[in-house]
């Protein structure tokens, strides 16, 4: 049975940093391109990064490139996403994704890929 947790998320000051995990069991995610997409409660889905299988690229949403990385840790079937500089407009649930391709599909569709986690939850407020 395939399982994504993420972790990580909590409340932060503006211009703060979380870092969010994304553990995987069932799976190795090492085979898996691995993204994270976002939803504020009654907002839209807004795909926000990913990290390709075949070569680790990573690929960005526009509002976050530059202060967002997201990275693998191969050794613990893990993937981050290190959050910096947060504001306001960061704030909402944060989903970890995961197909097997090699390349990840367009971020701005994130969500589509095969396995989801439950999410975890970032605030942002002073």
């Known amino acids: 049975q395939v399982q994504l947790v993420e972790s990580g998320g909590g409340l932060v000051q503006p211009g703060g940093s979380l870092r969010l995990s994304c553990a995987a069991s069932?799976?190795?995610?090492?085979?898996?391109?691995v993204g994270w997409f976002r939803q504020a409660p009654g907002g839209v889905r807004e795909g926000v990064s990913c990290?390709?299988?075949?070569?680790?690229?990573?690929h960005y949403a526009d509002s976050v490139k530059g202060r967002f990385t997201i990275s693998r840790d191969k050794s613990k079937n893990m993937v981050h996403l290190q959050m910096n500089s947060l504001n306001p407009e960061d704030a909402a649930y944060y989903y970890c994704?995961?197909?097997?391709?090699?390349?990840?599909?367009?971020?701005?569709?994130?969500?589509?890929?095969?396995?989801w986690g439950q999410g975890t939850r970032v605030t942002v407020s002073s």
């Open positions: 069932g799976i190795a995610l090492n085979f898996y391109s």
């Open positions: 990290i390709s299988s075949s070569d680790d690229s990573t």
């Open positions: 994704t995961a197909e097997p391709r090699p390349k990840c599909r367009s971020v701005s569709t994130i969500w589509n890929m095969d396995y």
